[in-house]
């Protein structure tokens, strides 16, 4: 009997290759750095183009792959160096994957450069590696450690307003390296401050605007390592990010 292929969404963890109908938003070369990103234009920028981050050889297997420590980030300067897609989206279903490589290494997902996916060796707690930052405990168990690869798929479904006011919060379901380990799980703000994403000034965070977003990477000062990303745009109806 011919055996039945899982259907390329439900695929998750390092290596998942992209559906035909994604859009690779980095793939080791530089003309997708170039192509795909810019610095976000916070208040903190403290560089400018061309991007920094450096291409690197792949500690682990064979190609290039990004580095995040860019010089105007030293110190952990979070907001001086990030980089964002061109892009912006509302919902989506994400892969990326990630190396740290150093003890306490630090950087960011950010899903619409607002609601932070915690990239941070060395801590469980609710600012620790894979929470969704602030709001769940870490899923520790799931990390491979450092100078390993992992990976990130998630399905993203932005805040929804009427009139302005926001009736639906923002919500995830999240796999870490092959694990479900965030389910439906609810967005109330974005943390950090306004140096953090967009909306990070209004209200202390508080103050969700009904605006699509690029995905962003920080950069803290810290050799954290990325590659593999593409990203699926989706239009979900019901508040419902499960896969």
């Known amino acids: 009997m011919t055996p039945i292929a899982?259907?390329?969404?439900a695929q998750v963890g390092v290596g998942t290759p992209p559906?035909?109908?994604a859009k690779i938003l980095f793939?080791?070369?530089?003309?997708?750095?170039?192509?795909?990103?810019?610095?976000?234009?916070?208040?903190?920028?403290?560089?400018?183009?061309?991007i920094k981050w450096a291409l690197v050889k792949?500690?682990?297997?064979?190609?290039?792959?990004?580095?995040?420590?860019?010089?105007?980030?030293?110190?952990?300067?979070?907001?001086a160096a990030d980089i964002v897609t061109k892009q912006k989206f509302r919902d989506f279903r994400l892969h990326i994957e990630l190396l740290i490589a150093n003890k306490?290494?630090?950087?960011?997902?950010?899903?619409?450069?607002?609601?932070?996916?915690?990239?941070?060796?060395?801590d469980s707690t609710k600012h620790g590696m894979g929470a969704v930052i602030n709001e769940t405990p870490s899923p520790y168990h799931a990390y491979k450690g450092l100078g390993q690869w992992n990976a990130y798929d998630l399905v993203f479904r932005a805040a929804r307003f009427k009139n302005g006011r926001r009736i639906e919060k923002a919500m995830v379901t999240l796999y870490?390296?092959?694990?479900?380990?965030?389910?439906?799980?609810?967005?109330?703000?974005?943390?950090?401050?306004?140096?953090?994403?967009?909306?990070?000034?209004?209200n202390g965070g508080k103050g969700?605007?009904?605006?699509?977003?690029?995905?962003?990477?920080?950069a803290e000062g810290h050799n954290v390592l990325y590659r593999n990303i593409w990203i699926k745009e989706l239009d979900l109806k019901t508040a419902d990010t499960d896969f």
């Open 27 to 50: 793939d080791g070369t530089k003309q997708s750095l170039h192509t795909h990103w810019t610095y976000w234009e916070g208040p903190r920028l403290a560089t400018s183009l061309p």
């Open 176 to 202: 870490f390296n092959g694990i479900k380990v965030h389910h439906n799980q609810t967005i109330n703000q974005v943390w950090g401050g306004r140096n953090s994403g967009i909306d990070g000034g209004n």
């Open 58 to 79: 792949d500690p682990v297997d064979k190609g290039m792959v990004v580095n995040s420590n860019d010089p105007a980030a030293a110190g952990g300067k979070y907001g």
């Open 104 to 122: 306490g290494g630090n950087s960011g997902v950010y899903l619409q450069n607002r609601y932070e996916i915690q990239v941070l060796d060395g």
């Open 208 to 218: 969700i605007t009904d605006t699509p977003g690029g995905l962003k990477l920080q």
């Open 6 to 9: 899982t259907p390329l969404y």
């Open 19 to 21: 559906p035909g109908d």
